[in-house]
T-cell receptor, first 116, second 118 residues
Framework: GAGVSQSPRYKVTKRGQDVALRCDPISGHVSLYWYRQALGQGPEFLTY????????KSGLPNDRFSAERPEGSISTLTIQRTEQRDSAMYRC??????????????FGPGTRLTVL | AQTVTQSQPEMSVQEAETVTLSCTYDTSENNYYLFWYKQPPSRQMILVIR??????QNATENRFSVNFQKAAKSFSLKISDSQLGDTAMYFCAFIYDAGGTSYGKLTFGQGTILTVHP
């Protein structure tokens, strides 16, 4: 596609339910990143992949959060047993190369998660 | 750990005037990159400009320019001839050159809401 896409755009769920958020990066982009953004704040890094390998997951807040990118393209961020504090905008970004720190990260529109 | 601080929660400017947004950062790294991202009301994240720390020359992109002061760890954004479409939240961001494959972590500031008035 022309840009990074994410689905769903909005997700409302009840506390305790599992959710899966999907990211489809720009075609051919090697690196994929997940961030979380609270309202009125800057995005906070969660994890990132080069191809299918998860390079850094230091930003995942706890073991309820996991991410995968099994074929090096689409990625899924899963939150198990959601809690109200998980409510936020979850953003995905991709970049063309995982070997240059100044590669532009192109962001998707985000998934707004609300946990009731 | 790296931190990025934007001390101006909100700014406003009249159309066609110039405005400067401030950003300071703290790092012990020597090789790094700095960015300004724009987030309009649509909540997209759009790269505005970037600066390599090893370059002394300040980056410029059309009406947008930066004042990079490495010793002071300061990275301000100047918007000239402000336009209504510049109304957005602006984020300063930092990434360091870790070598190898660990490049992915952008660290963002808290953001500055800029409103351009007609």
């Amino acid at each position: 596609g022309a840009g990074v896409s994410q689905s769903p755009r909005y997700k409302v769920t009840k506390r305790g339910q599992d959710v899966a958020l999907r990211c489809d990066p720009i075609s051919g982009h090697v690196s994929l990143y997940w961030y979380r953004q609270a309202l009125g704040q800057g995005p906070e890094f969660l994890t990132y992949f080069n191809y299918e390998a998860q390079q850094d997951k230091s930003g995942l807040p706890n073991d309820r959060f996991s991410a995968e990118r099994p074929e090096g393209s689409i990625s899924t961020l899963t939150i198990q047993r959601t809690e109200q504090r998980d409510s936020a905008m979850y953003r995905c970004a991709s970049s063309s190369s995982g070997t240059a720190p100044d590669d532009t990260q192109y962001f998707g529109p985000g998934t707004r998660l609300t946990v009731l | 750990a790296q931190t990025v601080t934007q001390s101006q929660p909100e700014m406003s400017v009249q159309e066609a005037e110039t405005v400067t947004l401030s950003c300071t950062y703290d790092t012990s790294e020597n090789n790094y990159y700095l960015f300004w991202y724009k987030q309009p009301p649509s909540r997209q994240m759009i790269l505005v400009i970037r600066q390599e720390a090893y370059k002394q020359q300040n980056a410029t992109e059309n009406r947008f320019s930066v004042n990079f002061q490495k010793a002071a760890k300061s990275f301000s954004l100047k918007i000239s001839d402000s336009q209504l479409g510049d109304t957005a939240m602006y984020f300063c961001a930092f990434i360091y050159d870790a070598g190898g494959t660990s490049y992915g972590k952008l660290t963002f500031g808290q953001g500055t809401i800029l409103t351009v008035h007609p």
